[in-house]
DNA sequence: CAGTGGTCTAGACCACACT
DNA sequence: GTGTGGTCTAGACCACTGC
């Protein structure tokens, strides 16, 4: 029986295509055949997983691939044992993962949504900026004012950070965050422009809610995780003018890049804090 | 018959009071970020949880307790089901949920153990601080220089981070940590007097080691979890002098607050990063 | 009411580590 | 070989949601 448990960690990929998301996408993984065990191995040791891996990475690539869409309801848990022929517990670990990961969201009685940056209780996941009085909602609306966005050719180490393809051009956006009608964060943007095309100033201007947001829902790009690197500086007189402070002013500089799924780099950006009314939060686990 | 499942959520807490190690401590629990909301421990309305949380509680008890102790083995799930009269399955999501806590570490073949600041591979589990070139090992071993090691009364925000009894004193550790032969770090660390009795600059300044595996080993704390709030500052003339910069030198500010088993506070820290060479690395996701 | 995710159990077999 | 955690299945019942 294709479905059996017992050779699921050895042959279920192979011997057992299963239906997969559909026949327009290629199996996701581990589609070949070759015992990790096997001595003789030349390059290309294919990745045995576990059966939930297998169906977690079925699942990354109908999220990626836009099968299904923010905000929205996957599959039950049923339906998707069903198609991929696994047991409900097995479908159930992949999504607890998944969830583990932020990248759908259970609710009881209701089922599993697509995560998504345009929801309240997430608005500010990427910003670890908080007021040292007070919360971020006692401040009233962040109010947003865009400097600069433009297409250039991006620097090598820029585009190397990107992923860029030779001759790929980028979005530079510099725009200022007024936290508590004081501007306070200062920063720079930059876009890979084949995938965002058709990206304007006034559209960033006008949008409500968090500018992942945005991305997400006009250029289907979905933000999943970040890297930032923090450092103390002190900002040049540009920067002093543009977020009102004296050039002594120490600002906490925060590099990001980052990343959709499969960590694929999509964004990098260059801020600068003002953390004498703010301070940047972070738990260590 | 006490273990049935029948009636795990509603009663279980009441109706099959299990071992338990005891009543005591009301399950805080790794709350929602939601308010303070009520404790549920009014004596008529215990807090009903599943039965694994149970489990959880009831093993976080254990470690709380040193009944395990760090580094070593904990009961086998097959033992741990017998004692708490559930199935393997039962406890093996409390497990689960404690090693993503990061509480114990799973090791397959060998048994499940109590994770510990004194292994190698979480030895700077704590320290997000990186050179921006190289690696921290090949910086060679980190230095570290007591400059102060007292015991003081405290003032009130501080004796308030600490939840100090009236009266509580604690100790005040300054020092410098060296990476790549240069002084990078400045940090003042308070510790409740009564938890480290008898620590002394001599034994800071010959351990070997995070100095967390220090009071793990020496002093039954471990260190679980951490809130850290990150500023850009200047230095006063003593610290710039410590730290060998210019008093115009911009320099990051990390306040530290860490906490024991039950979110207890049991260190308060206050530490100047140089990130002219360095940068602190943060992931959001 | 039916459907969803949440919890619990029981039993099977696999991969790993020690002895 | 024995014991450990790791994976998978099957089936049960509970709690929440919305019709």
Redesign the interface.
């Known amino acids: 029986m294709c479905t059996g448990y017992h050779s699921f960690h050895w042959q279920a990929a192979v011997a057992c295509p299963r239906t997969m998301t559909s026949p327009t996408t290629a199996p996701p993984e581990a589609s070949r055949t070759g015992a990790i065990a096997s001595p003789g191995e030349p390059a290309g040791t294919p990745t045995f997983s576990p059966l939930y891996q297998q169906i977690k990475q079925a699942m990354l690539h109908s999220l990626q691939a836009g099968e299904w869409k923010p905000q929205e309801a996957i599959p039950s848990e049923m339906e998707l044992a069903k198609r991929y022929s696994v047991s409900q517990g097995t479908v159930r670990k992949a999504i607890d993962e998944l969830a583990?990961?932020?990248l759908v969201v259970r609710r009881q009685g209701k089922g599993t949504f697509v995560a998504s940056h345009n929801e309240r209780h997430v608005e500010y996941?990427?910003l670890?900026l908080y007021p040292d009085q007070g919360t971020l909602d006692s401040e009233g609306p962040t109010q947003r004012t865009i400097l600069e966005c433009r297409r250039l050719r991006p620097q090598a180490e820029l585009a190397q950070a990107l992923q860029l393809a030779p001759g790929e051009s980028v979005l530079q956006i510099r725009r200022i965050l007024s936290l508590g009608g004081r501007p306070t964060i200062l920063e720079d943007m930059w876009l890979p422009a084949q995938l965002f095309k058709g990206l304007t100033a006034e559209q960033l201007s006008s949008h409500q809610g968090p500018t992942y947001g945005l991305f997400e829902r006009d250029f289907g790009v979905r933000m999943?995780?970040?890297?930032?690197?923090?450092?103390?500086?002190?900002p040049d007189p540009e920067q002093a003018r543009l977020l009102q402070v004296d050039a002594?002013t120490?600002?906490?500089?925060v590099e990001?890049i980052s990343l959709t799924y499969n960590d694929m780099p999509v964004e990098v950006r260059k801020a600068l804090?003002r953390?004498d009314t703010h301070?940047?939060?972070?738990?260590?686990?």
């Not at 999943?224 to 002190?234: F, P, Q, W």
């Not at 120490?250 to 500089?253: A, E, K, V």
């Open positions: 583990a990961e932020n996941r990427f670890r999943t995780r970040a890297e930032e690197r923090l450092r103390a500086t002190l002594g120490p600002l906490l500089q990001r804090y953390t301070h940047y939060r972070n738990t260590l686990s």
